[in-house]
């Protein structure tokens, strides 16, 4: 294949590319274009579908970047009606595959897959007839370890290879190559091999995750050079978003949010344990005779404690609408394709951002309106979950590095749909301390117990450190705990702060912990720079009192930070930094 001379970050663009961008990939030969009506029924293509399948078919390294739903199995579809020869798949999971393959054969594309849970026999059918000069297959679909472990499979590739009939190799979930991402699997990080033995066929990797660390880990562990990056914004316009605080009767509210609002159309709800998941699903449907609320909604659970069939029959009901509530936890999901998903509920609280814009990305493939709504009873690092007045589009997208006007949410999150008018303000003064602070106690504590410390709490945690005495502690006590959490929120987003992922060693919980960048600081300590963030104009100054009760009962690093009573006082009196550039 053809060097690539292209200026990759020139393909990086956020929000959409304009195809006028890359000329030299935007038009497709006819052939292409009929097919994408007569073959796959598409009367058009979505954003980057087209530039992605030029580039593919033009030979080059091809690093794809587009949300859940964006239509991504297409761009390699697409060409194998073109090119000649096998197209190889790596996907991670059997059922994916299964389902891919159904849609294929349905289309008429001879397909088919190779896992290690076949028969014997049926392999070495379809081995014998890759070896054919006539192979009939234009997409064969493997599972990771196969590549890691199957020398067979590599010697029936190689001898493709030599034939030249190895036309292209697909990774997609390409993610999962990246320890950093949320679905990390060891044997995708043996697919490097790939590009090392078929050195002159083109790669293309896809994925909707799309934070730069985990795509620079997935280039160098696939071994990607000088490919060509398409991005596009991530956000999903069809998507509604709602933070709700967990009461004790939660169930109650789920039940009377889906009959409200979706009654009797089909979702997801995403529950943290095996029993959650069980427990949600049994109280949804009610069956329980001595309970007096009969909710009576079709549901079923799904999670990994359940074998392979039961999951799959699970997974089939629910995909034939015979449920229409699934409970289950993030095992289930990765490449659903059911296109009329109209809600995803989180009865606890997800991983990450991540991983929560890709939960509800499996909402509303079909582009209708969809809801995502997070209940959430405690929060130590998804401050997404705390935030009562920023855009939920900006949080998540800042996550993936894309910068979100919150002026195009047009009030789909609950957040924006509350805000009215907003006044600047200078909050220099506090942002500095934070940071001192934060250097101060030895840059070992998370946000949340750095955010105690600056608003004075007395608790035993904050005790037991000390920091009682320290000249920083309280020195916060004006703001509002909302405020506090935003100006901190802002440092991250700006980088005088960074946020490190890691096990919590005396809880065990996960927590991020807050380093200082330097040199940034050093900026906004020595005066050089301000910062000003905007706020509710409604809301004259931070109360004192009561938004002042120290909020966790006990220990912040368990985790369990009480819900949004300790703040709701101060609902409307946080800032909103909607340009997020410190001024
Ligand atoms: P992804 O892998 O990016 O999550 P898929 O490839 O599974 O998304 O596609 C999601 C859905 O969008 C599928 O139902 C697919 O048929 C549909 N789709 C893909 N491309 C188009 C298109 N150009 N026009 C209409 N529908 C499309
Ligand atoms: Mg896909
Ligand atoms: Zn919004």
């Not at 997800?350 to 405690?378: F, M, N, T, W």
Request: proline share 4%; charged share 25%; hydrophobic share 35%.
């Amino acid at each position: 294949s053809a060097p690539c001379k292209i200026d990759p970050m020139r393909f990086d663009a956020l929000s959409g590319m304009k195809s006028g961008m890359h000329p030299q990939f935007h038009s497709l030969p006819s052939i292409a274009l009929a097919n994408n009506k007569k073959v796959f029924g598409n009367h058009s293509f979505r954003p980057n579908q087209r530039v992605v399948i030029n580039a593919t078919m033009s030979g080059y390294d091809v690093f794809v970047l587009m949300p859940t739903g964006g239509g991504k199995s297409l761009t390699y579809q697409l060409p194998v009606l073109v090119c000649p020869g096998i197209t190889l798949v790596i996907s991670p999971l059997v059922s994916l595959i299964q389902d891919q393959i159904m849609h294929l054969l349905q289309a008429n594309i001879p397909a088919a897959y190779l896992s290690a849970n076949m028969e014997w026999t049926e392999q070495q059918e379809i081995l014998r007839e890759l070896c054919s000069d006539y192979c009939k297959y234009k997409l064969l679909y493997v599972t990771p370890e196969k590549v890691a472990k199957s020398d067979v499979l590599l010697r029936h590739l190689e001898s493709l290879n030599g034939r030249g009939l190895l036309a292209r190799i697909v990774i997609d979930e390409a993610h999962c190559v990246s320890q950093w991402g949320h679905d990390f699997r060891p044997d995708y990080k043996e697919l490097g091999i790939l590009k090392k033995k078929f050195e002159k066929t083109p790669v293309l990797a896809l994925t909707a995750t799309a934070t730069a660390s985990v795509k620079e880990d997935v280039v160098q562990a696939l071994g990607l050079v000088d490919c060509i990056v398409f991005r596009q914004s991530f956000n999903r316009p069809n998507l509604w978003y709602s933070v709700i605080p967990k009461a004790k009767k939660c169930l109650e509210d789920i039940d009377k949010f889906i009959k409200e609002n979706h009654f009797d159309e089909c979702g997801i709800i995403y529950c943290l344990s095996r029993m959650d998941c069980e427990k949600v699903a049994e109280k949804l449907q009610g069956i329980v005779e001595c309970d007096q609320t009969e909710f009576g909604h079709k549901t079923a659970f799904y999670h990994g404690n359940m074998d392979a069939a039961q999951r799959s029959f699970v997974q089939k009901q629910w995909s034939k609408d015979e449920i229409n509530i699934i409970c289950a936890t993030v095992a289930f999901g990765m490449g659903i394709n059911k296109p009329d998903v109209r809600f995803v509920i989180h009865h606890s609280l997800p991983k990450s951002i991540e991983g929560y814009h890709q939960e509800c990305g499996r909402a509303g493939r079909d582009g209708q309106r969809a809801s995502c709504v997070l209940y959430y009873s405690y929060s130590d690092y998804v401050s997404y979950s705390e935030n009562d007045v920023d855009c939920r589009r900006l949080l998540q997208l800042l996550h993936f590095g894309e910068k979100f006007d919150a002026g195009n949410c047009g009030n789909t999150c609950d957040n924006c749909s509350k805000i009215k008018t907003l006044v600047e303000r200078d909050v220099t003064e506090s942002a500095k301390q934070l940071v001192e602070l934060v250097k101060s106690t030895g840059q070992h504590f998370s946000s949340s117990h750095i955010l105690e410390v600056y608003r004075g709490s007395l608790s035993q945690f904050v005790k037991r450190h000390r920091h009682e005495n320290l000249s920083l502690h309280g020195a916060g006590k004006h703001l509002a705990k909302g405020e506090a959490s935003r100006i901190l929120r802002h440092l991250v987003i700006e980088d005088f702060l960074a946020e490190d992922v890691k096990k919590s060693d005396i809880y065990g919980s996960v927590s991020s912990v807050l380093k200082v960048n330097e040199s940034k600081a050093h900026k906004l300590c020595s005066g050089r720079q301000r910062i000003v963030l905007r706020f509710p104009s409604s809301v004259k100054a931070s109360k004192q009192g009561k938004s002042e009760a120290t909020p966790a009962k006990g220990s912040l690093m368990s985790g369990k930070l009480s819900p949004p009573q300790a703040c709701s006082p101060a609902q409307p009196q946080s800032e909103v930094d909607l340009n997020l550039s410190a001024k």
